[in-house]
């Protein structure tokens, strides 16, 4: 873990309001499902902002972003040549390593960009992966997830493209070895109920308001099984298990 | 150039201290910077026994600055004492236990634990709701605050800092009776206690409502309170509220603190604590200061 400044390389809207920003990436150390936090090189807010690794180049880190409100908006108006401040990678990711046979991706919205890196990290390892993706209207990063995944499956609310419905209709966690999801809560608790009730693993990537993003401030607790942990240091990714109990 | 100063008969290597509830133990920190650089560590807030801390949102950015109601989650100053203690006596810097409680036994308990222990200050947290009495803070009216610090010095043979709350109804007069009890310094000001609205959920950010504000949003009214305080009493004065740069550390210095804490900057800023060692030295070298503690109280 490291606080740098690094240049950004671009910075590109792939759709209404998400970007993909790409910055060097100083050769800082990076794994699926771990996170950064980002700041303008200059920004007059207080609190850098949490947001997960899209992919991990040799040279290069890409986020992929939704603008929400004050600190994304900042880091939509950066363009090639500005500088950004990184503190990361943070946290703990997916289990890649203890993974073998076959993982189901799950992901909804803004919960879809990390499972990219994840996906890539799995297909390394020889890990056969399906991924499931869950779209309000419009897709993104259907593509990125091609070359690292056997079998790519789509819904969108409405039905505009791939299934409309839900992505967890179109889940069967029986199948797999354990299932990895990032999305909306309500998504989450979902995939978590499905995956006990077939006894299969299941890993899930929280949110939480973030001030010092390193464990030491506390203010990103979360209640779990196991007791208190800090979203930041003990997660973002979590057994399912421990997050949604009883379910 | 000389950034060493003395506070309660200890060295510290320089004025710079890291505030309580920011910097959990130093361990987090040391990770990104040798946290040996600092004056001093105050702990996270401990209580006598392990809190959970409270539910929903505890960190909100404002306009300059941010709110947190992180409720004191800590592990109990028992394992504060068997395992915390260790962790931050790997650092070469002064150790600062920060202690908070709910009632006055709890308090006392835990100042006594403490005072047995390899700590090199207490630091008590007055800002806390008092259970008994409907939730009141202690640190708001001088004769609460002053009959737990006299119980607590009872107790403490250790050197005591209290932490004033700026929610004090007079901060000189609070001051002054934390002085009479037995207070051997004095810190201020914790958090001021604030407000926000999601105003598309209609509800409150915060569970529990109200939630303590930090940062730069607060640094010209904890500066006034600081200078008040210094003009009235003889203890020694650690000063804090959004200190962000070399330049206020000074400004809290010539308003007569001996030595300054910073919280909300090492969100901002991650190396804030180097940092700033760093730029303090070069600020007194620019300003022909050749001991911080020439310009001490000059205003
Ligand atoms: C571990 C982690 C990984 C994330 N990864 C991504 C990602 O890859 N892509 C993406 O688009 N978003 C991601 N998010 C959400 C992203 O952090 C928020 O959308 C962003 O912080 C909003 O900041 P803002 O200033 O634009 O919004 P504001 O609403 O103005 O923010 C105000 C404050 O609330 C915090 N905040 C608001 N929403 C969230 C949220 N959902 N989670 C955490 N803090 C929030 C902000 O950080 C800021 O401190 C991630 C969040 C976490 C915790
Ligand atoms: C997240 C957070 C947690 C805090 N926890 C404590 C605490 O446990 N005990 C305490 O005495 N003060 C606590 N404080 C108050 C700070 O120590 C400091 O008094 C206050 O934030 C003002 O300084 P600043 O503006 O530099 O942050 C906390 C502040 C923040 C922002
Ligand atoms: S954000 Fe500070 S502990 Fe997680």
């Known amino acids: 873990m490291e606080y740098f400044q690094t240049s950004v ?33 200059g920004s007059a807010l207080t609190l850098l902002r949490p947001i997960s690794i899209f992919k991990a180049e040799a040279d290069t880190l890409h986020f992929m972003y939704r603008i929400i409100g004050k600190g994304t908006r900042e880091l939509s108006t950066l363009r090639a040549g500005d500088t950004v401040s990184l503190l990361g990678a943070l946290g703990t990711g997916y289990p890649i390593d203890k993974m073998s046979g076959k993982v189901a991706l799950v992901g909804g919205g803004l919960g879809i960009p990390p499972l990219c890196e994840t996906a890539k990290e799995l297909t390394a390892k020889g890990v056969q ?24 499956f789509v819904s969108t609310e409405k039905g505009e493209e791939g299934y409309r419905g839900f992505v967890t209709d ?27 009730a077939t006894k299969v693993p299941c890993w899930c ?23 208190m942990k800090r979203v930041c240091k003990d997660g973002p990714v979590f057994p399912s298990n421990i997050i949604f109990p009883n379910k | 150039m000389n950034l060493g100063t003395t506070l309660l008969g200890i060295h510290f290597k320089n004025p710079i201290i890291a505030a309580s509830g920011t910097f959990g133990f130093g ?54 004492i068997q395992e915390g203690i260790a962790k931050m006596r790997r650092f070469d810097t002064v150790l600062i236990a920060n202690m908070g409680g709910h009632s006055m036994e709890d308090y006392v308990t835990g100042a006594e634990m403490l005072s047995k222990a390899d700590i090199d200050i207490l630091e008590l947290n007055i800002s806390c709701p008092n259970v008994k009495s409907g939730g009141m803070a202690f640190g708001l009216k001088a004769e609460v605050a002053q009959e737990v610090v006299s119980a607590v010095r009872n107790v403490c043979s250790k050197p005591l800092m209290v932490k004033l709350s700026p929610n004090a109804e007079n901060i000189v007069e609070m001051a002054l009776a934390c002085e009479s009890a037995g207070a051997d310094a004095l810190s201020l000001v914790n958090t001021f206690q604030a407000m926000a609205i999601d105003v598309h959920q209609r509800k409150p950010v915060f569970n529990n409502v109200y939630a303590g504000l930090s940062g730069a949003a607060i640094r010209p009214i904890a500066l006034r309170m600081v200078h008040s305080v210094c003009k009235n009493v003889h203890v020694p004065v650690v000063g804090m509220g959004g200190i962000y740069t070399a330049e206020d550390i000074l400004s809290f210095i010539m308003a007569g603190a ?7 900057i090492n969100f901002t800023n991650p190396l804030a604590g180097k940092e700033l060692v760093t730029a303090l030295e070069a600020l007194c070298q620019r300003e022909g200061i050749q001991d911080i503690n020439e310009i001490r109280g000059i205003i």
């Open chain 1, 9 to 41: 390389i671009s910075n590109i809207c792939i759709s209404e309001d998400i970007f993909v920003m790409v910055v060097g990436r100083n050769g800082a150390p990076a794994s699926a499902g771990q996170f950064f936090m980002l700041r303008a090189t």
């Open chain 1, 129 to 152: 992966v399906d991924v499931y993706l869950g779209y309000r209207d419009d897709l993104f990063a259907v593509e990125e997830f091609e070359p690292h995944s056997r079998d790519i």
């Open chain 1, 170 to 196: 179109l889940l069967k966690p029986e199948g797999y070895d354990a299932v990895f999801t990032c999305g909306p809560e309500i998504m989450m608790r979902k995939v978590a109920a499905m995956c006990a």
């Open chain 1, 205 to 227: 990537s929280m949110e939480h308001r973030m001030a010092c993003g390193i464990g030491a401030c506390l203010g990103c607790s979360v209640r779990t099984a196991e007791g």
């Open chain 2, 27 to 80: 361990d987090e920190y040391n990770e990104l910077y040798d946290v040996s650089c600092l004056g001093g560590i105050s702990s996270k807030g401990l209580t006598l026994h392990p809190k959970d801390g409270n539910e929903g949102i505890r960190v909100y950015e404002t306009p300059s600055g941010m709110m947190n109601s992180v409720g004191l989650q800590n592990p109990g100053v028992e394992a504060f």
């Open chain 2, 258 to 264: 001996t030595a300054v804490q910073i919280g909300t």
